[in-house]
């Protein structure tokens, strides 16, 4: 994700922010519906899913004849 732009996601919110700091430092126009912004938004949402499930702990493997 390029560093001018930053993505927001607060639980007990309704929607999610993804804001260009370069072309929009105050943070007025959200992109997050832009369609321009579809494909960032899918690997954000995605990066976010593989963090999450990286911090739960993984299950304990099956033993042979248990």
């Not at 607060?10 to 959200?30: H, Q, T, V």
């Not at 949402?45 to 739960?56: I, P, S, T």
Request: net charge negative; charged share 35%; glycine share 4%.
């Amino acid at each position: 994700m390029p560093s001018s732009r930053t993505a927001t996601r607060s639980p007990g919110r309704p929607y999610e922010e993804l804001f260009d700091l370069k072309e929009d430092p105050e943070e007025r126009r959200n992109l997050w519906d832009e369609p321009a912004f579809q494909s960032l938004r899918c690997a954000l949402l995605h990066r976010f899913v593989q963090a999450e499930m990286e911090r739960e702990p993984t299950r304990m493997p099956r033993i042979a004849g248990a």
